[in-house]
């Protein structure tokens, strides 16, 4: 299995949206809709931020949401804050496996 | 509220076996809706799946990693634990555990992790 594919970098200024995209194949994001984005701060536990695509936990900010289309999911936050400067990580269900993107570091200048 | 705990040794010796242990807390390990999986992130790198296990025993396992790796359950102390055998540079890593929902594979709680250094 191949790791899902993300931009190594993104970048944003407060107020702004940016969108992070998560490219896979037919067998995992294209095929299910078991996708799943993860917020993580180096040196602190990953945080769940979108499951089944476009779901968000509770607690997580509605400034958070998931899309896919085709094989390609996507995670858009809007009004970026200063505090959502950090690495995120797309995971999707595949037969028998898991798998996640190799994962976007969100810069907010 | 769920917590987990990774435990084990920082440092490994090439071609030894890791032993690593995750405590459960503030919940059953044998609630049925969940399994309980094993994630680590090598230094600069992103996060890779290494395997899963439910309560009953039942594993799966990262293709890449499956002949390696051995992931139990010991619902009796509320924990699970990795094994993962010939040991090199590359896995040298945080390795997280962490609470997976059964049907809909995502990750909903995870412990802090705990960095693992392969070295001689």
């Known amino acids: 299995q191949s790791a899902l594919t993300q931009p190594a970098s993104v970048s944003g200024s407060p107020g702004q949206s940016i969108t992070i995209p998560c490219t896979g194949t037919s067998s995992d994001v294209g095929g299910y809709n078991f996708v799943s984005w993860y917020q993580h701060h180096p040196g602190k536990a990953p945080k769940l931020m979108i499951y089944d695509v476009t779901i968000r936990p509770s607690g997580v900010s509605n400034r958070f949401s998931g899309s896919k289309s085709g094989n390609t999911a996507s995670l858009t936050i809007s009004g970026l804050q200063a505090e959502d400067e950090a690495d995120y990580y797309c995971?999707?269900?595949?037969?028998?496996?898991?798998?996640f993107g190799g994962g976007t570091k969100l810069s907010v200048l | 509220q769920l917590q987990l705990q990774e435990s084990g040794p920082g440092l490994v010796k090439p071609s030894e076996t890791l032993s690593l242990t995750c405590l459960v807390s503030g919940g059953s390990i044998s609630r049925g809706r969940y399994y309980w999986g094993w994630i680590r992130q090598p230094p600069g790198k992103g996060l890779e799946w290494i395997g899963s296990i439910f309560y009953s025993g039942n594993t799966y396992y990262n293709p890449s990693l499956k002949s390696r790796v051995t992931i139990s359950v010991d619902t009796s102390k509320n924990q699970f634990s990795l094994r993962l055998s010939s040991m090199t540079a590359a896995d040298t890593a945080v390795y997280f555990c962490?609470?997976?929902?059964?049907?809909?594979?995502?990750?909903?709680?995870w412990g802090q992790g705990t960095l693992v250094t392969v070295s001689s």
């Open positions: 962490a609470r997976e929902e059964m049907a809909e594979t995502y990750f909903d709680y």
């Open positions: 995971c999707s269900y595949t037969p028998g496996s898991t798998v």
